[in-house]
């Protein structure tokens, strides 16, 4: 369970990550700051424990590339359903559920699978959420397309998320985004079937990213036979 109620996280993010268009996907808004420091204090004085770091409030190029794919129809999700693995604030999400797809949020962090939650319910937009670690039992995931942006970042995920990758790749249309994470160097895209599919420059708050754009690169695999 979440460790803050809807209202006060809500009312949280308004003062510290105002929901408002991404500078890459203007069509959509989402809550996002430049600093999730001062939420991250916040959150954790409302709830009285700690809790992980926001992330959720971060507006990352890697989904914000993967939602523009999204919107402009190269990747095409209407009428299949959709996993976000990862979905952090729930910018891919959002995307997919615009174009008319049927839309499974997944993320460890309650308290970003409620903004998602949040921020759906503001656009008017249909989105179910679930707390789950996706690459425990990958199988499990039954949906035509896997959206995920920024999936390996930590040292840690890279042998279970190659395996999951694996998994889904054989029977699902896979879609990767990398926004230059350090450990996804371990990652052979090529030998998971997964080839470029696009290249895209994106805006980026230098005080997380010490940059002010990040060069995005999104792989995917073709379609998968139950996603024709």
């Known amino acids: 369970m979440p460790a803050l109620d809807a209202v006060t996280l809500e009312r949280l993010l308004a003062e510290h990550a105002p929901f408002r268009p991404l500078p890459f996907v203007p069509e959509l808004a ?26 959720f409030a971060l ?12 919107l402009d129809g190269v990747v095409p999700v209407r009428g299949l359903s959709v996993a976000d693995v990862g979905c952090g604030s729930g910018v891919v999400a959002l995307a997919a559920a615009r174009m008319g797809a049927q839309v499974l949020a997944l993320d460890l962090d309650p308290l970003a699978l409620e903004a998602c939650g949040l921020a759906a319910r503001r656009h008017g937009l249909a989105i179910e959420t679930r707390a789950c670690d996706a690459f425990v039992d990958p199988e499990a ?3 035509d397309v896997v959206l995920a942006a920024d999936l390996l970042y930590h040292r840690s995920q890279i042998e279970p998320g190659l395996r999951a990758l694996e998994c889904w790749r054989r029977t699902r249309r896979v879609v990767l985004a990398d926004g230059g994470r350090p450990h996804f160097g371990a990652v052979n895209p090529r030998a998971l079937g997964l080839d470029v599919l696009a290249e895209l420059e994106v805006p980026a708050e230098r005080i997380v990213e010490g940059a002010t754009s990040r060069t995005v690169r999104i792989f995917a695999t073709g379609p998968s036979e139950r996603g024709r």
Do not use: C, K, M, Y
Request: proline share 12%; hydrophobic share 55%; aromatic share 10%.
């Open 59 to 70: 507006a990352w190029p890697a989904g914000q590339a993967v939602a523009r794919l999204v």
């Open 30 to 55: 989402s809550w996002h700051t430049s600093n999730e420091l001062p939420l991250w204090e916040a959150l954790e004085a409302a709830a009285g424990i700690e809790v992980p770091p926001p992330f």
């Open 141 to 143: 995931l039954d949906v």
